[in-house]
């Protein structure tokens, strides 16, 4: 069974579709929602920050929350066994900064490690991004089922004919949990059903042994690897490639 604020969010996203609420509309303030024996103040709380992930509401200072006068169609919503998959708002910029900004985590990713301003930058171009059509990258929050703060991100961005270059973090106080493994499945799943590719590849570096194992149980093939892929960390580091092919994958 879904949470309630799940619920809610469910809801009120279909009204919004449906057209009940127009676009620059107020939707009704948390207090009459409570009044109203839609759920407590955090659950309604979370039910509106659910819909402002999917791009269909936005908050306004002083006003409440409004429907965003031009809704996005299609917002990225993926829901896996361990994990949800989301589109990044501006309010997430703490979450991010506490996996990019650790040096635990970015010692295996192909960056070093950024602040703030950095993570802000991130945020901002992943919205961008997203909004781009075509669209050619699908650069995601991760979440827990029951909780909507950002644990991680994972990506694909589009790359060559119909293929796709998948990357992913976790933060560090998560990992063993399986996170990274359903974000990968869930979004590699939906690249190959949704967006028709044919193949997708993933560059990890040869002393990542945990990431290694996951391509491998994800069913991901070794081809290779690629010398003095990335500079990071003050010196240049290889990557092992591993690629799916569509025909392959079962997950």
């Given amino acids: 069974m879904a949470p309630k604020w799940q619920e809610l969010a469910d809801r009120l996203a279909a009204q919004i579709r449906r057209g009940d609420f127009a676009p620059g509309q107020h939707?009704?303030?948390i207090r009459e929602l409570?009044?109203?024996?839609?759920?407590?103040?955090?659950?309604v709380h979370a039910a509106y920050k659910a819909l402002e992930a999917q791009g269909l509401v936005t908050p306004s200072r002083g006003?409440?929350?409004?429907?965003r006068p031009n809704s996005p169609v299609k917002p990225i919503h993926l829901v896996g066994k361990r994990v949800v998959l989301r589109e990044f708002t501006r309010e997430d910029v703490?979450?991010?900064?506490?996996?990019?900004g650790d040096d635990k985590v970015t010692t295996w990713l192909s960056f070093d490690s950024r602040d703030r301003a950095q993570a802000v930058s991130m945020i901002e171009g992943a919205i961008e991004?997203?909004?781009?059509?075509?669209?050619?990258?699908?650069?995601?929050?991760?979440?827990?089922?029951d909780d909507d703060r950002v644990i991680g991100f994972v990506r694909i961005g589009l790359s060559g004919v119909q293929a796709g270059k998948l990357g992913y973090a976790?933060?560090?106080k998560e990992w063993g949990r399986g996170y990274a493994t359903d974000a990968a499945r869930t979004l590699v799943t939906y690249a190959f059903k949704e967006l028709a590719l044919h193949r997708i590849t993933a560059a990890i570096g040869p002393e990542n042994a945990a990431s290694i194992a996951m391509a491998q149980?994800?069913?991901?093939?070794?081809?290779?690897?690629?010398?003095?892929?990335?500079?990071t960390n003050g010196a240049w580091r290889d990557s092992v490639l591993y690629s799916v092919l569509a025909h392959e994958w079962s997950k």
């Fill in 63 to 67: 006003r409440g929350t409004i429907v």
């Fill in 94 to 100: 703490d979450d991010v900064l506490a996996i990019i």
């Fill in 217 to 231: 149980q994800l069913g991901f093939t070794r081809e290779g690897v690629l010398r003095d892929h990335v500079l």
């Fill in 170 to 172: 976790i933060a560090a």
């Fill in 129 to 145: 991004r997203a909004s781009q059509e075509p669209r050619t990258e699908f650069y995601l929050g991760v979440t827990k089922h």
């Fill in 27 to 29: 939707l009704p303030h």
């Fill in 34 to 43: 409570v009044a109203a024996g839609e759920g407590s103040k955090a659950t």
